[in-house]
């Protein structure tokens, strides 16, 4: 059985099974929602990052120096981080899936920015996505940033927890969240990129509400943890 733990925004720390120690979309670092500081993250294994916006991927590379976590992303974002001097890193893309010691990843399309935060020279611009994860029998699917995409349809049957923005002005808003259930038929959603400032504010009863019975809506606060089995 994993645990996972919501961090507020995007971010989530992963520990599975066997131990292994996993952080996706890390910003914790200026973040107004963060319950800890990337310096209470003493040991890690794995960095996901599904794109390269500071609200992401701030922390990725500090993390990734100071533990030597193995930093996962698309080709490019992996490319820049080893240029800042990480070191262990895992290079991935758009529909590719690899075994880790851990489980499967796969990286999944989404419709967003692909700027790499901290890259004055713009050559590591990458395309963004989302993260398939497969561990101790449950797939939960990260979806990064990204507007509604038809895409998601292909995820149909695949996806037991679901972790979907719904912030809108940046990302999917709730009504398109809901048709993202629709494709997607998880079992349990979990809202996020909403509420970490006034602009994507969201009343997450309204919804639940508007999920109704499609899936269970779980709300976690910062520092809340789910067990996923
Ligand atoms: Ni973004
Ligand atoms: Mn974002």
Redesign the pocket.
């Known amino acids: 059985m994993a645990t996972l733990t919501f961090h507020g ?2 971010t989530f720390s992963l520990e599975t099974s066997d131990g292994t120690r996993l952080v996706l979309d890390p910003w914790f670092t200026g973040s107004p929602v963060a319950d800890i500081a990337a310096a209470d993250l003493q040991a890690l294994d794995y960095i996901l990052c599904t794109h390269g ?1 500071q ?2 991927f701030e922390d990725a590379i500090p993390l990734a120096k100071r533990t030597g976590a193995t930093l996962v992303s698309t080709f490019e974002i992996v490319q820049f981080a080893a240029s800042q001097g990480v070191e262990n890193v895992h290079p991935m893309h758009i529909g590719g899936a690899h075994r880790f010691p851990f489980g499967r990843v796969k990286m999944t399309p989404a419709l967003h920015g692909g700027q790499v935060h901290g890259d004055e020279t713009g050559q590591w611009t990458t395309v963004p996505g989302g993260f398939l994860l497969e561990v101790d029998g449950t797939r939960l699917h990260h979806a990064g ?1 990204t507007a509604l995409i038809t895409d998601m349809q292909l995820l149909k049957g695949q996806v037991d927890v679901a972790l979907l923005p719904i912030g809108d002005n ?2 999917m808003g709730p009504e398109d969240a809901v048709r993202a259930i629709e494709f997607m038929e998880p079992s349990v959603v979990v809202p996020i ?1 909403f509420d970490t400032f006034d602009l994507i504010a969201q009343d997450t009863d309204r919804f639940r509400e508007m999920v109704g019975d499609r899936a269970r809506v779980q709300v976690m606060a910062p520092g809340d943890s789910l067990a996923l089995d």
Do not use: G
């Open positions: 925004h995007s916006h609200d992401h940033d940046f990302t990129h």
